[in-house]
């Protein structure tokens, strides 16, 4: 907001407002972060619910035209207790496969659930920071990234290469103290 020369920082608040002998499930989301930066992990918003035991999240992001679901389905958080404020926290890997675009638009929508009564949605969103993405190399050969934790106690002792089917292209592992 701006008038003769002052400026100020706008500030937004989502409220409860329950009715007397109501039981509907409500959530309110705030606090968001300035941006959900793509390849980090931090806290994006914090949350808040009314007559609700858990609270189901779907995310995604748009940028330059095409939406990318995060997770692949909802994150689903129980045990919440009302009245209670709640951070949400996440580590974004989202394979835009685009380096050019560095933002765009992320979204939440936040539902409240008391046992399989469902409640309110609210739909909130904020800046999405593409800086830090990037794609592989056209013909490359090994591919290799921690969070898809490709590995198991079965071969702990190998690098897997994500890049073929074939356990062929994979890599000794060893480690020694110095």
């Known amino acids: 907001m701006t008038g003769s020369g002052v400026s100020t920082r706008v500030i937004t608040y989502n409220i409860m407002c329950i009715a007397e002998d109501d039981a509907t499930p409500v959530i309110a989301i ?3 972060a300035s941006a959900a930066v793509n390849y980090t992990s931090d806290r994006l918003f914090s949350y808040a619910v009314y007559n609700a ?9 748009v ?3 095409s939406t990318y ?10 045990n919440l207790v009302a009245g209670t404020k709640y951070d949400f926290s996440y580590s974004l890997e989202v394979d835009t496969g685009i380096n050019e675009l560095t933002s765009g638009t992320f979204y939440v929508s936040g539902t409240a659930f008391n046992g399989s009564t469902e409640g309110t949605t609210l739909e909130v969103s904020m800046p ?3 800086t830090y993405s990037y794609i592989a190399t056209p013909g490359a050969l090994f591919y290799m990234n921690a969070a898809t934790r490709s590995n198991s106690t079965e071969d702990y002792e190998e690098i897997i290469n994500e890049m ?3 356990s062929d ?5 060893s480690y020694e103290a110095t």
């Open 53 to 61: 035991d858990s609270a189901e999240f779907d995310l995604s992001a």
């Open 63 to 65: 940028l330059g035209g």
């Open 128 to 130: 999405f920071d593409n």
């Open 69 to 78: 679901s995060i997770n692949g389905e909802s994150i689903t958080l129980s």
């Open 169 to 173: 292209n994979n890599f000794d592992a």
């Open 164 to 166: 073929g089917a074939s």
């Open 30 to 32: 705030n606090n968001l």
